[in-house]
Every structure is written in structure tokens, then in C-alpha cells.
């Protein structure tokens, strides 16, 4: 009997925390670089690092990746080493002093904080991540990340929303500390798409997820590949194994 009211507590408190802090379950979409044979568009690459540079890297970095890496998703050598100098970087001089010199090709792309202190300290003591990654680190992975940007919304007359928070049901917990980052037209895409909020969004999870794992398109195509290879073998063995045997009854 005790242990039955004992799993009946448990059932309560569970149940009471996963409400607390519960989001909506997140919508999936149909994303051109999933599956099998799932690839990058190159326009939208180009779109959703021009919404990462114009509005995410205000506050996010991604460090995982350089500005010679940016060449995969279609920019020109002259337009990446001319992104690579607009910054500065940390080096020493053939006298051994430290310098600040122009960025180069090989540089990681910069973060716009020199540390995690200086990001908390200029966002309310929140930290923004870095987003090389954040595609894979979190569940749910780009919709959640689509959900997220454009799951903003007010809040339930009986939530409260903590000063410097903002509401939005796909965040743990539901109060976000980034604003909503994007807004109808926030940038002007070369190629005349609508810069709607959906279409950023698209574009630079599109973005995200490439930064994620760049060399996904070729390991797909090594897939197709070794598959290729070991059907071909296959058919090679059979056929030699029914002339090796075949007067052997
Ligand atoms: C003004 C600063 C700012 C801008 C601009 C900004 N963010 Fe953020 N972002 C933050 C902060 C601060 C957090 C940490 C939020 C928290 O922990 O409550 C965050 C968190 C995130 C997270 C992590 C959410 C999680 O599950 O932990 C993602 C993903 C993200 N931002 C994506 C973006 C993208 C994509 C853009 C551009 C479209 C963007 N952010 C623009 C400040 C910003």
C-alpha cells in the first residue's frame, strides 16, 4: 500500500514538473537537406548567411567555421578574403610582441564578444551560444531552431514574463532572454526573395545546419557510392560462385 501512494506521489510530482516547464511539441517540416540523398541548396546558403551576418552575429558566433569555408556555400575568393579582413585578430609579430593584425582567409570566422563575460555582461547575463553546432546539439535540431524563431508570441494572460525575457512556447521553460530576432523585411536578399520572417528563418537554419556539418553532401555521395560498390561485388561473387560449383551436383 505505502509503495503504491509512493508511486502516486511520484506520478504527481513528475507530472507537475514536466507542466512547469513544457513547450509545444515541434512541428516538423521538409527540409531539402535531409535524407538519403538530401543536398544544400546554394541560394538559400547564400540567404541564410546573409541573415546570420546582418542580424545573428550581432550576438552569436560561429566559430567553428572559417572564412575560406564560406566558398563551399558559393561566395567568390575576392568577396571572402574582403569578409575576413573587415576583422581584427590577436597575433604576435617576427619580434615576438603581440599585434592586432587583418583577418585572413584561414581565420575562424570572429564572435562578436571577446569572452563569455563580455557576452553576459552586454545581454542582460544571458549567454547567446555559439550556433556553429546548435543543429546537432539540440533536440529536435532545425525545426526546433525554425519553431523557436518563429514561435514568438504574447504571453497567456496567467503567465507573467520576467523583465529582460520574452515569451516563447518552443524555448525550455517558455521565457527566452534573446528577443524575437527576426521581423518582416529585416534584410534585402540580392536574389529578390521576400525577406518574410518564415523565409529567414528557413534560410538561416538552412545555413545553420550546413555549418553543422559542411561535408554532409559528400559523405552522402561516398554512401551512394559504397552501396554502388558492394552491390556490384555481390553480383561478381554470385556469378563466380555458379560457374565455381556448377559441376558439383
Ligand atoms: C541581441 C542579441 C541576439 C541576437 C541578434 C540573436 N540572438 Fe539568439 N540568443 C541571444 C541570447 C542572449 C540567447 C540566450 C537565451 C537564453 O538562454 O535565455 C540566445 C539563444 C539562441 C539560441 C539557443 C536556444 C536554446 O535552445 O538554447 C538559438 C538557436 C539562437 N539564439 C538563434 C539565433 C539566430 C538564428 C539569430 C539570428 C536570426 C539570433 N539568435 C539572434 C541573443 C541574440
Known amino acids: 500500500m505505502k509503495f503504491i501512494r509512493f508511486l502516486f506521489v511520484c ?4 507530472s507537475s514538473c514536466s507542466a512547469e516547464g513544457d513547450t509545444l511539441p ?54 571572402v578574403k574582403a569578409l575576413a579582413a573587415e576583422h581584427e585578430y590577436p597575433d604576435l609579430n617576427d619580434e615576438g610582441e603581440a599585434i592586432h593584425r587583418k583577418g585572413i582567409m584561414s581565420d575562424k570566422i570572429k564572435s562578436p ?3 563569455e563575460k563580455a557576452a553576459r555582461a552586454a545581454n542582460n547575463g544571458a549567454l547567446p551560444p555559439d550556433l556553429s553546432l546548435m543543429t546537432k546539439a539540440r533536440a529536435g535540431g532545425p525545426n526546433y531552431i525554425y519553431a523557436l524563431l518563429t514561435g514568438y ?15 516563447n ?8 532572454a534573446m528577443a524575437a530576432p527576426l521581423s518582416e523585411g529585416q534584410v534585402t536578399y540580392a536574389d529578390g526573395t521576400k525577406a518574410t520572417v518564415d523565409q529567414m528563418a528557413k534560410d538561416v537554419v538552412t545555413f545553420l545546419s550546413w555549418t553543422a556539418e559542411p561535408e554532409m553532401e559528400e559523405r552522402k555521395q561516398m554512401g551512394i557510392k559504397v552501396l554502388f560498390y558492394l552491390l556490384i561485388l555481390t553480383l561478381v561473387f554470385y556469378l563466380s560462385k555458379r560457374k565455381i560449383w556448377k559441376n558439383v551436383k
Not at 542580424?55 to 558559393?74: N, T
Not at 507573467?160 to 520574452?166: A, F, K, S
Not at 512556447?169 to 527566452?176: A, C, L, N, T, V
Open 11 to 14: 506520478a504527481v510530482l513528475l
Open 26 to 79: 515541434i512541428p516538423k517540416h521538409k527540409w531539402n537537406f535531409e535524407g538519403p540523398t538530401g543536398t544544400y541548396k546554394q541560394d538559400a546558403l547564400q540567404r541564410g548567411y546573409q541573415v546570420f551576418k546582418e542580424v545573428c552575429s550581432a550576438c552569436h558566433g560561429i566559430k567553428h567555421i572559417s572564412y575560406e569555408k564560406l566558398m563551399k556555400i558559393g561566395l567568390s575568393k575576392n568577396v
Open 113 to 115: 564578444y571577446a569572452n
Open 153 to 167: 508570441c504574447s504571453a497567456p494572460t496567467e503567465t507573467t514574463v520576467t523583465d529582460g525575457m520574452h515569451y
Open 169 to 176: 512556447p518552443y524555448f525550455s521553460g517558455r521565457q527566452i
